[in-house]
Nanobody
Framework: VQLQASGGGLVQAGGSLRLSCVAS????????TGWFRQAPGKERELVAA???????YYADSVKGRFTISRDSAKNMVYLQMDSLKPEDTAVYYC?????????????????WGQGTQVTVSS
């Protein structure tokens, strides 16, 4: 599975961005898929994920502001980010895991996209 993320950019605080990730190589409808982010000097953290069964997880820091969704027919996963804050600034990575349930640890994920920069100005 190859993952390609897009949609990052520069936005003012309070604005919105939509990240997209397309998978190629095989269908990942039964895999857990998710979005991680990594800010300078910080560890990579799980932001949002969808299990193979469709259950959704959000980090507390983004609940109510971010929405993850998946289009299995297109092999796409999205992250709608609203009410963005400067602390959301990071490189965002899409990821897929060869199991149905997501895990918080980056090492538990099998496939990674190349990352897309999100910068939120105050």
């Amino acid at each position: 599975v190859q993952l390609q993320a897009s949609g990052g950019g520069l936005v003012q605080a309070g604005g919105s961005l939509r990240l997209s990730c397309v998978a190629s190589g095989r269908t990942f409808s039964s895999y857990a898929t998710g979005w991680f982010r990594q800010a300078p000097g910080k560890e990579r953290e799980l932001v949002a994920a969808i299990s193979g069964g469709g259950s959704i997880y959000y980090a507390d820091s983004v609940k109510g502001r971010f929405t993850i969704s998946r289009d299995s027919a297109k092999n796409m996963v999205y992250l709608q980010m609203d009410s963005l804050k400067p602390e959301d600034t990071a490189v965002y990575y899409c990821a897929a895991r060869r199991y149905t349930l997501p895990q918080a640890a980056p090492a538990a994920w099998s496939y990674w996209g190349q990352g897309t920069q999100v910068t939120v100005s105050s």
